[in-house]
């Protein structure tokens, strides 16, 4: 198990002993004037990065672990050009089994399989068969459940742990359900479908085993596209699943991010979407706002300038 | 009370009688070119605006109403350049409690009485002693009252209807109540004031005792500053009352639209300011959706193009 | 066969006989004062739109016809409020071999079997065989076919006209192939595929069989989705396609627009996309520009006000 | 009195002696590995900004001062990575009286007293007896104009520095004076008054009694709204004041950013508001533009980019 | 002399006899459905626009005058589908010497002899001799000074009437003289050289002898454009012209209208060119208000919804 | 001759000798705390740029060269706070002859003698005698040509490097030609002409002799303005050049950049603009695209962040 973080490293003396759990982000042999080659490294935990260098047994060393891999590494601390960086001694791979994931990527405070029962508990409580059948072969689908109860909802901006996709989907659900009395004619049941599987494209349009990354089809075909070709998947195998509802679950998908400006090839023209994007809105922003107050430590009444937002925010919220 | 409206009128053949009650738009006397004046009027009830004129005894009748005015008209439908017009024989003034007022009007579906007192259990439920005492001046404000009980919350756009401001407020304060489970961290006080009072200014910022438009200080000062220093005015009163807290108010105001862009001086900064703007803007965007519904009779499955929200909206949701 | 067109109405006096097929644009049924319905029409051909009404035979008449059909009206030339109509008489439905489509709705230049007898030299001239494949899959499509060979590109702004879809699909492949030698390191036959496939979500986003329109599912969810889900249709078919090449393909849909705010929720990120944009933006302009000469007989040395491409055009372009 | 200045310490070799004054920006008590406290200030002049640590009798030293106090430091010049910090041996409090301010801050050019007595002509050149007595109330009122008379008129961007506000008001106050006579049907008392008053709520806005930043209430509410509640909280007291008057100073300030963008909530739709925008504008322009020059030594004949105005500036304007 | 002009054609009746000078606008030959010629013209003076119809003699008629001439019509007043036109009986051209231009188009309430006098007085204060060697070759070209001393500012907007241009660049050299006080940096000589010459492509760009309207050069080059090869096409004449001098004279041409948006290829990037756009801005903005406030007769406080100004303006300024 | 390059110094250790060939980038003359000068040197050559410093013989090497000089260096490499920098003991000037200026500046992958009679080849190619006789003077203008055989087409963006504007140049000419045969109505001389000439204004908007930067002029007039102006030039001396061709080809350069925003005062109103402005956005994209493709070399499907398109390129294009 992880002994110190990265975060501590300012109070380690140059030659202090490190023996300790990292993720690989980067791994890269270069060369030495003298024409030896020498291990470059960038390791991480969840407080921050370090680099290490291997000068000796280089060759033995490389082949011991592969990029994303959590490596044991013993060393020496020391300086280049006034920055820390790990002298290593000595390396081994470390099994999953042997780390605590939440040392070293951003996770979600809830467990996972308390979200996956709950998002069961909501696709057993819909009425609309075809809707119901539709949620069914993803929640049945292992494969595609693997990925979707751990994904982030994005890769920085918001919900960006593992956890925060179906987080922020269940949490959709559970505000359109709050406010569904003041919309009586909505169809509830094709809302909290759009609710579940608005951004299940995100599931190929980020990588999130380890570490968050955008992946090629994420930057080339996007999120939205993808999620609509997932459902399509889907519905092709449900029998008779009627075309207008279809048409009316990927409208959801589509316009979900409200503007052209936005990333949407569409805006909400119904009321379902319309509803949909301002929840989805809502549930980002204030996770932004969350994580800001979070993340800001400093003296005054404000958080540093927050970019996802635009502006500056207010800490000292509590009234007399 | 009233027997036919102006929206039947493409039935009644020149020479036929008209008698019948309308609101006067607008008044003004022209001269014919004999020399002789005339009195030109546009007169309007719930579904639309027809022109009259006097061409006899056009002093008498000039003194017996003004614009705005409720107003008996005895005449003869005729034509003027291919539009209908009413030859107006006889007019005479009629009290307000003669006429219905919604049938010239828009007005809220709901009851300003049943509103008003919902108002009144919305106030006695907050616990913050300062707040609740400068919600219950505004509505021990009978003047106010008077004003606030029937104001539109804009001219057109959403919730254009007599009601439509405290109708539209109270909605807000439901759906902030609704939600309030998930945002744990918010003042439920504050974000429930700052419904009641975000819009506040318009009362001021419109005209609207019958037909709909901009005060002089509406269009020069805005709902916004208006709204802020009505507030102010309260609170001035109200012994002690804490400066931040007020601050805290003034910024829910100031920053209710959103945006620059949208006229709102500040973007939210504050958790109750984040959910305030969107919640408005989805009770705003609903009743805009809902009245093209409404007002969509053609064939085909879009509304018209529809110009708060920028498109086409789908008006054949329901699912099979 | 069509005798005579809209644009000669003018030239037509009241109580003159009208004896002509027509295209029915819209049909409804009203109602008189009398409590008697009776027929408004609104029927077209290439050179504008006329109202017409049947007042007698009213249940008969309307059973003989539905919207979207050709109609030969005999009936006599009134007028209503200053606007001309037809007093209908007697109707009925003309089966589409009676008229020559180009009387009614725009076409192209070009013939669609020529058109159709490209698009195959095209397909045959491909080297990457999962490319050939897919395309020939859509080629051998009949039912695709019916409607690709006739299909428009657009509703209106540009080559909004039936055959307009694979005309300009076509100009594109030969612009592409033009300009290629500057470009070697381009992947032609994937550009190619994409200059084909690009629009290929119009022939379900539009309605086209005679008047242009768009489908619930156009405006829903947009041809750009539609279009990568017809492509995934027929990918799915072959069997080993490369999931890159995939990729590629989709990201070329999805992009051409060019930026977010014309709707494409990607930038071009390849060196085909960037060109493809590039091309289907110049045959764009080029088509709006023609059209716009075209249709301006006026005086003056520009058009009217352009408002596709917001400005005015230089008509007088021929240099001594 | 100050005797060197932190611009150059780039000539102060490690070791040398330090003693001088210095103004507290931070001041924060961390950690040593050991668990041992020490002192992390950050202390400026109107040069830059340097390091200094406490690292013994870090209690005492502490108690002797707080942030934003003058402070007389002895130490010896250190480096920490690459960077200069003093090494803190003894700290004491200077009183005010003991600093010449401008050592500190950046102030306007023109005496404070000269700024003042300008202020007092202008208010008794007003022959509108109610503008003449608002503007009065505000000369009158000591705690204001003890505030008035040092504020700037921004954070940075334009006259950022003591006096600014002050100096830009009575710019525009000439301004508006010079260009009357083209301008015959304004209300020049009207016009005047707003340029006075139409950033009177800077002072709320910033806090700048030695460094400049935002009060809470500046980024939560703005100059705008607070300026408007200032001037109100004069305008009850005067008797009588007319309505409409009142309505358009409060259009003057609500507007005269000019643009919703520039965070107006209101254009401006009066001749004064629109003459106030345009000399607001060029008197913030104009100081920009000085302010890069005065800032640029480089070579060449351009300013490094100018970012509040997005551009490079032309240096060499002297015309042969 | 003309009689009577067109805002008072509503008090004709059809029959009534016109006898009068108008100035053509428009002149097409026509068609009747028997195959006669008919002409169709369209006459305007200074209050607006009428149909006037000749139905014989139409060969000689059609040879007595052409588009831009002024004519004295002889007919009848008559009406086509509600809408007044002339059935011309007789028609002969009439000289310009016959005619108040100021009755047919709007004209500078300044004498243009005066304007061009007061040019002169600029010029002959200049101290540069370059600056003042150039507008003198301008103001000793009578060919362009014939075009100068009577063309528009724009063709509507602002200053849109005959002598407008000179109207608007002398006031901008009163407004650059009257706060030259405030940046004793600026070189005047060169900013009112700026002022006189910033618009000159305008006499270019603008057709005015009548009628206004953009000339083709104006569309497709621009007042920007041509203003500098007028201002190159003088210098080249000048010996030892400064280079840089005549590059400073460009730069505030060109950088006139203040951003790319508003069709300026060049920011303002010297203190001259900053002012320079500023009071050129306040000019225009006073000449659009002005302009409205005295086309609008209507009642209300607010003018009609000002398009160059994108707002509603306030009439009702006099403060008690 | 070079023999190392500033990009392989980080293997060159301190202490070691240097001695070599470089470009002058900043020369200035600073002081010692003891009072004595010291001359502090950028200089640079195609990989990199590095600092030196003289502190001998500082008055008799300051004489030796200038900025913008090739110099040979000898000295010894020595570091300051972290950075390396080359301790100069003796400086020479070195003259062009003696040096590659590929081992300095970027240039063109074609010789500038083979663009230079492509060029030619385009010019003879010609038929309108007038378009031929004006590209013509431009030709043999040699010291025009000088100029532009070697300028570059940007300061960075695209085609940033010595040649580079006739290399677009030509491009542009060669994808008009390859695309002529689908806009057959196109004035293909007109078109060369404007391809040629539309960035002409380059040669004196950029400073490219060795560094690239912008002139006075670029900055403040503006390539558009400038190539303008030296197409009138030769225009003049060109007899019966007729008016309407004249005006036609100062549109394409105005308008070549498409819209306001990128800075063209006026947007293409002609066929040939239209299609100037695709084909030259082609050209640059491509070029963007190419660099960003060669300049990176990291690992991963996609370059960094490309600034002048604003998003991350795909790196891996290649299909199986």
């Known amino acids: 198990m992880k002994k110190t973080f990265i975060s501590d490293f300012s109070n380690v003396k140059d030659g202090d002993r490190i023996e300790d759990i990292f993720l690989v982000k980067v791994k890269q042999q270069l060369f030495r004037k003298d024409g030896n ?3 470059m490294l960038k390791v991480c935990d969840k407080t921050g990065t370090v680099d290490g260098k291997v000068w000796d047994n280089v060759e033995e060393m490389t082949g011991r672990f592969s990029g994303d891999d959590f490596i044991m590494i013993k060393g020496v601390m020391s300086s ?10 000595a390396v081994e ?12 990527v951003p996770v979600s405070d809830y467990d996972f399989d308390v979200l996956e029962k709950q998002l069961y508990t909501v696709i057993a409580s819909l009425k609309n068969p075809f809707l119901k059948k539709l949620l069914t072969l993803f929640y049945e689908d292992r494969e595609f459940m693997e990925l979707f109860r751990i994904a982030p909802a994005a890769k920085d901006i918001h919900h960006a742990f593992l956890g925060g ?9 559970d505000l359109c359900r709050d406010i569904k009395n003041h919309y009586k004619e909505i169809d509830l049941d094709l809302l909290i479908t759009g609710a579940i599987l608005h951004d299940v494209g995100k599931v190929r349009e980020l990588k ?3 570490s968050l990354d955008y992946t090629d089809e994420g ?25 207008r509802l279809a048409m009316l679950i990927r409208h959801l998908i589509v316009s979900h991010q409200g503007t052209y400006e936005w990333g949407s090839p569409k805006a ?11 929840m989805d809105d809502l549930s980002a922003k204030v996770n932004i706002f969350r994580k800001a107050m979070q993340a800001d430590s400093g003296e005054g009444d404000f958080t540093s300038f927050n970019k996802p937002l635009g502006r500056y925010l207010y800490k000292n919220r509590q009234t007399e």
């Open 37 to 39: 080659p020498y291990l």
């Open 80 to 89: 280049y050009q006034g920055t820390k960086e790990i002298n290593i001694k």
């Open 93 to 104: 791979r470390v099994g999953d089994g042997m780390v605590d994931l939440k040392d070293f």
């Open 165 to 173: 996709l179906l987080e922020h989907s269940l949490e959709i659900v």
């Open 208 to 210: 999130y085993r380890r």
């Open 219 to 243: 930057r080339l075909v996007g999120h939205i596209m993808i999620g609509v070709e997932m459902v399509d998947e889907k519905i092709r195998i449900i029998a008779d699943f009627p075309a």
């Open 268 to 278: 909400p023209q119904t009321l379902e979407a319309l509803i949909l994007h301002n």
